[in-house]
């Protein structure tokens, strides 16, 4: 449940909700997390979820063993990643994860580039709307 | 669907003739040739795919149907129902193109998927008009199907409704948030708690791993992700790229930081007349 919470509010931060980093969590959640759909769909009922806030789920992810806690704070960049844009309370949140598990330099910095190297894969090759296909 | 029969897509005739006139022929193949019913609904997708891409972005209007509808999917401009609905028919329309059987029941569930998806169409070209078409009939079939022809039916609405069941089920897990959820209101839940989030750090100071650190890597990163292939910048548009979204981040902590620190001048101003005022009365 802690990932759901924190990979929405990645998800958000710039304030709407793309289908591309919707899509993308959800991919996450199943494949490298090992959830199973029906975790995944329980986790998001509004009795589980609506009750916690940031503040519990950085104090969840700090109670969490390192291994898992990484797994999160990686998806948690893929997300942010999954647009090709940084916004600034993506990184605020990025930063505020990370604290909360500890994290050193180096433990972030092979976050970041595991996240990267999954947003790569999950990326599909779809042009933006902006610059009219000239990227595909 | 004879001749002198109202067709369920009359309603869009003065929308958008061609679109209509695919779905009235839909409807006549539905019990006779349901792989051509398909292949018509296919088409009346991708005219509609097309249109809604020229009219929000008409340079994307060269690529395939399913980049278009990936395309209007992930930039918010279809919703996922619609999306759903279109992209079963352009799923089954491609099957009954490359030679799969279409079962009767199949060809009219997306007959219904592509009715439904009319009206939405229509009031997206108008602009937010509202459109209210008369509810879905079923085109009548032949007068008198045989007992294995029904049974056969049954049996393909009964693995239908399965698919169905199933993709909703695998949706529902992979979004992240339900259908029942109030998006706006938890949207802004969320981006205030983050607000309030930074808010702290700036009074309180940067946690262990601050966010001027995470920007530098996250930038160096997205670098590197924005000259993958399937972004395909040049390296050093990739570069200029990353470099300005790095460098927007840190203006906007800096004016926080400004901001703040003008707070804190304030505060500690007023505190000091106060000082001074209550000295000369004493």
Not at chain 2, 155 to 160: F, Q, V
Not at chain 2, 162 to 178: P, V, Y
């Amino acid at each position: 449940m802690l990932w759901f919470v924190a990979a929405r509010a990645m998800a958000v931060a710039d304030g709407t909700v793309p289908a591309v980093k919707e899509a993308s969590a959800g991919l996450y959640a199943q494949a490298i997390l090992g959830l199973s759909e029906e975790a995944c769909r329980a986790a998001k009922s509004p009795e589980q979820i609506g009750k916690l806030t940031l503040v519990d789920c950085l104090a969840g992810v700090h109670g969490m063993p390192r291994e898992q806690a990484e797994k999160i704070m990686t998806g948690v960049l893929m997300i942010a990643f999954a647009d090709g844009c940084m916004e600034p309370l993506e990184v605020r949140w990025a930063s505020m994860l990370a604290s909360a598990c500890e994290m050193t330099d180096e433990d972030f910095q092979r976050c970041c580039a595991s996240a990267r190297v999954i947003a790569s894969m999950f990326n599909p090759s779809v042009p933006s709307i902006e610059d009219g296909g000239e990227a595909s | 669907m004879s001749e002198d029969h109202q067709s369920n897509f009359d309603f869009m005739d003065r929308y958008d003739h061609r679109v209509s006139h695919l779905g009235g022929q839909a409807e006549q193949y539905v019990h006779s040739d349901p792989e051509s019913c398909l292949f018509k609904l296919r088409l009346m997708v991708e005219m509609m795919a097309r249109r809604l891409v020229e009219l929000q972005a008409p340079r994307l209007a060269d690529l395939d149907l399913i980049a278009i509808l990936r395309s209007l999917e992930q930039y918010g401009m279809l919703p996922k129902k619609q999306a759903d609905g279109m992209h079963a028919i352009r799923r089954d329309g491609n099957a009954a193109v490359h030679g799969s059987e279409t079962p009767v029941p199949t060809a009219m569930r997306r007959l219904r998927d592509a009715h439904r998806i009319s009206a939405w169409y229509c009031s997206m070209i108008q602009r937010g008009v509202k459109v209210r078409p008369s509810q879905f009939v079923p085109p009548p079939g032949p007068a008198q199907a045989d007992a294995d022809a029904l049974k056969m039916h049954q049996a393909a609405e009964a693995l239908e409704d399965q698919i169905d069941t199933r993709r909703r089920a695998t949706r529902e897990g992979l979004l992240l948030f339900t259908e029942d959820e109030d998006l706006p209101t938890e949207v802004q839940r969320l981006v205030s708690e983050l607000e309030g989030l930074d808010r702290v750090a700036q009074a309180a100071g940067e946690p262990l791993v601050d966010a001027e650190f995470v920007a530098v890597v996250m930038a160096m990163e997205m670098e590197q992700l924005l000259e993958h292939p399937t972004l395909g910048l040049d390296t050093r548009e990739a570069k200029r790229e990353a470099e300005k979204q790095y460098q927007q981040i840190k203006d906007g902590f800096e004016l926080r930081e400004a901001m703040y620190a003008e707070e804190r001048r304030a505060l500690v101003l007023y505190h000091q007349r106060e000082r001074q005022s209550r000295h000369k009365q004493g």
